[in-house]
């Protein structure tokens, strides 16, 4: 087995998910034992300056071995899980030399994975492939841009003839809760430039991110028993259902795609008397994301028109921004990364926009340009989530390249 495939089973290994709604970074205490352990495995080989913040950051420093006065650049990943799905008791399955079938995920549970759900699976035959056991997602965002990180630091520590600048590493905690990178230490890190590894399939990257927002509605009811409810029953479940419907139909997640932003409602909670509605929204121009919000604060002045001032409360709150306004500036970032991919074999990388956040985004707007680089995996966030191995093995190499390249840059380019 690799080295990279090591670092990655130790890492799922350890329940990370964050928590939604938690005051605290890191939402979780839990993911202080694999920050804790990241830390020690960069002292273990080499890794300069390294630490772990109050708030659960991992920074370190890779010396330079070239006297170029190029700029530093960082590789980030998350530590965290999604909490949509569990990270409890993961157990990784290793596929071997993948035959273009049906993948058992768990025969007792009757999980499978098919490439008729999944036609993508049909470019892994022949490749080596892990999944989780169908009652857990596996981890592989973003550990599996954690393990790419270690094992090229390892790889660069090992080999000092190895030409490259100043490289900065981190790894942060609550990305998945949008709070990745609220107490992370831009000026003190000291990177100029970064590159998140937090995307998909081997050959692609990214620039562009939706604008993002979260949306709490609150429903304030008035329960009558319903036997004598007639003209005095305030129903907070039925306002929440006609609130939805009011939304546009085919804005929802699972009719859009590439540029089309959406309304998702991920979580109801109440009853007649109070009902909680949480959405998040998304969009990848400013001025529609705009729009779908001051849309759901129409909706609930209608509403509010309907049954009563105070009935309906949308509150809103930005949680990032599209990092293209600041990656655009500094599409060098996007130019070495593609020169390092066509040393790969890979002519044509896939430039897309993220269907998501990164900490890119919020990093980019906190003055440190950041886009996002793939690590190989699919289906995050579920049962089916799974990671090819020779992706995996070719992103180490893809961040050993693009290490070295900017020793050529000019700082301040």
Not at 56 to 74: K, R
Not at 108 to 123: Q, T, V, W
Not at 284 to 299: G, M, P, S, T, W
Not at 353 to 373: E, F, Q
Request: with cysteine; proline share 4%; hydrophobic share 35%.
């Amino acid at each position: 087995m690799s080295k990279v495939v090591d670092n990655f089973l130790k890492y799922v290994a350890f329940d990370t998910q964050s928590a939604e709604g938690t005051m605290t970074v890191p939402s979780t205490e839990k993911q202080f034992a694999l920050a804790k352990l990241l830390a020690e495995q960069l002292k273990s080989i080499g890794v300069e300056g390294v630490s772990v913040s109050d708030h659960c950051y991992v920074y370190g420093t890779i010396p330079a071995t070239t006297d170029a006065d190029c700029p530093t650049v960082g590789f980030l990943a998350h530590m965290d899980t999604s909490p949509d799905f569990s990270d409890e008791n993961t157990h990784p399955q290793l596929i071997k030399n993948y035959d273009g079938k049906d993948i058992v995920l768990n025969k007792a549970l009757d999980i499978h994975m098919s490439p008729e759900m999944f036609p993508y699976l049909k470019n892994y035959v022949g490749q080596d492939l892990i999944t989780a056991d169908g009652t857990s997602l596996l981890g592989a965002d973003d550990k599996a841009g954690i393990a790419e990180i270690m094992t090229m630091a390892e790889i660069l520590i090992s080999n000092p003839d190895i030409p490259h600048g100043t490289i900065k590493i981190a790894f942060t905690p609550d990305e998945e809760v949008g709070h990745g990178v609220s107490f992370f230490d831009v000026e003190g890190w000291g990177a100029d430039v970064a590159y998140t590894m937090d995307g998909g399939a081997w050959g692609e990257m990214e620039y562009e991110t939706f604008n993002a927002a979260g949306m709490h509605v609150t429903i304030q009811g008035q329960n009558i028993h319903p036997g004598s409810a007639k003209n005095k029953m305030k129903n907070a479940v039925l306002i929440g259902m006609e609130f939805q419907s009011m939304l546009p139909e085919a804005e929802k997640p699972q009719y859009t795609e590439m540029y089309e932003g959406f309304y998702h409602l991920n979580r109801i909670s109440g009853n007649v008397e109070k009902t909680v509605l949480s959405y998040i929204i998304r969009d990848h121009d400013r001025d529609i994301f705009e729009n779908r919000k001051a849309l759901a604060q129409k909706v609930a002045a209608f509403l509010n028109e309907k049954y009563g001032e105070g009935t309906v409360t949308v509150e809103t709150e930005d949680t990032y921004y599209n990092m293209a306004e600041k990656i655009r500036p500094n599409m060098y970032l996007m130019d070495i990364a593609a020169e390092a991919f066509k040393e790969l074999g890979v002519d044509h990388p896939v430039v897309k926009p993220v269907r998501g956040g990164t900490d890119g985004a919020r990093l980019s707007y906190m003055g440190l340009p950041c886009p996002n680089l793939c690590t190989g995996g699919h289906n995050y966030h579920g049962k089916y989530e799974f990671i090819c191995i020779q992706s995996m093995e070719k992103c180490v190499d893809l961040l050993l390249k693009i290490a070295q390249k900017f020793k050529d840059v000019k700082k301040g380019q």
